[in-house]
């Protein structure tokens, strides 16, 4: 099982992909900042999308807008949820 600094570079990537956000580098992405809003600026249609890439690249589900929240606060809340759940699987 990988290491949460190889998911953090792992979730930039699949960030930048499944966003097609071309003028973003995975060095731009700061771990604490937040992906929505002032930071990142994703929004709800961004969210949806990372939602599918999630789960088709991870197995991982995301139930509801609650848990949803709380993953997305940062990339690395996001990276704690994906270890989290991944470990609940196995």
């Not at 700061?30 to 999630?54: K, M, Q, R, T, Y």
């Not at 990339?75 to 994906?82: I, N, T, W």
Request: net charge negative; charged share 35%; aromatic share 4%.
């Amino acid at each position: 099982m990988e290491d949460r600094n190889e998911l953090i570079s792992k979730l930039k990537l699949l960030i930048i992909e499944s966003l097609q956000m071309e003028d973003v580098e995975p060095s731009d992405i700061e771990v604490d900042d937040p992906l929505f809003g002032n930071g990142l600026g994703l929004d709800s249609i961004d969210a949806l999308e990372l939602v599918v890439a999630l789960e088709k690249e991870f197995g991982i589900v995301i139930p509801d807008e609650d848990v949803g929240k709380e993953a997305f606060q940062s990339l690395g809340s996001l990276a704690d949820f994906v270890l989290r759940e991944r470990k609940d699987l196995s």
